[in-house]
């Protein structure tokens, strides 16, 4: 089931899986967010996803 997460800055990221979502995000966080890059477990993702 696809699950997305709404970013604080607005973006909203999507993946159909898991890994997806989470490959998705980091990317984001990498991109968008270096400051936070190495202090937001995978988990932590996790844990903000919501079935889209």
Do not use: Q
Not at 25 to 34: G, I, K, L, M, T
Not at 37 to 48: E, H, N, T, Y
């Amino acid at each position: 089931m696809a699950k997305l997460i709404n970013c604080e800055c607005g973006r909203v990221v999507r993946g159909e899986t898991d890994e997806e979502l989470l490959a998705n995000a980091e990317e984001h966080v990498n991109r968008d967010h270096p400051e936070l890059v190495g202090k937001i477990s995978r988990d932590d993702l996790l844990a903000m996803a919501e079935e889209a």
